[in-house]
C-alpha cells in the first residue's frame, strides 16, 4: 500500500499561481494529477513516470501547469501558473506501482490523494 499527502492549493485570482505537492509513502512507478468538478468525471491533466521524469500533459493545461518530482523524497509537485476561473476544481495526486497503458485515465491509477481544493477568481 502506499499512502498520497497532498498539500498546497487555495484562492488565487485569474493570472495567478500555486503549487500543489504530494508525498508518496512507498515506491510508485508513474505519478500523476488529477482534477474533478461537481458532476463531472475525475480529468487527468499531468503525469509523471518516476524512474526517467519523462511528463505527460492534458491540452488543457499544457504550457501552464508543470509537474515535476524529487525522488530522494518521495514528493511530487504541479505549478500552476497563468490559472483561470475554469481551472476551479478539487485536483488529486495519483499513483500507480507498475506500468499502465492509458496515463490521463483514472482507472488505471491504484493509489490516491485526499484532494485539495484551488479555486481561481476572476
Known amino acids: 500500500q502506499v499512502q498520497l499527502v497532498e498539500s498546497g492549493g487555495g484562492s488565487v485570482q485569474a493570472g495567478g499561481s500555486l503549487r500543489l505537492s504530494c508525498a508518496a509513502s512507498?515506491?510508485?512507478?508513474?505519478m500523476g494529477w488529477f482534477r474533478q468538478t461537481p458532476g463531472k468525471e475525475r480529468e487527468g491533466i499531468a503525469t509523471?513516470?518516476?524512474?526517467?521524469?519523462?511528463?505527460y500533459y492534458a491540452d488543457s493545461v499544457k504550457g501552464r501547469f508543470t509537474v515535476s518530482q524529487d525522488n530522494g523524497k518521495r514528493m511530487m509537485y504541479l505549478q500552476m501558473n497563468s490559472l483561470k476561473p475554469e481551472d476551479t476544481a478539487m485536483y488529486y495526486c495519483?499513483?500507480?506501482?507498475?506500468?499502465?497503458?492509458?496515463?490521463?485515465?483514472?482507472?488505471?491509477?491504484?493509489?490516491w490523494g485526499q484532494g485539495a481544493q484551488v479555486t481561481v477568481s476572476s
Open positions: 495519483a499513483a500507480a506501482g507498475s506500468p499502465i497503458r492509458q496515463t490521463l485515465l483514472a482507472g488505471s491509477y491504484k493509489y
Open positions: 509523471i513516470l518516476t524512474g526517467s521524469g519523462s511528463t
Open positions: 512507498g515506491y510508485t512507478y508513474r
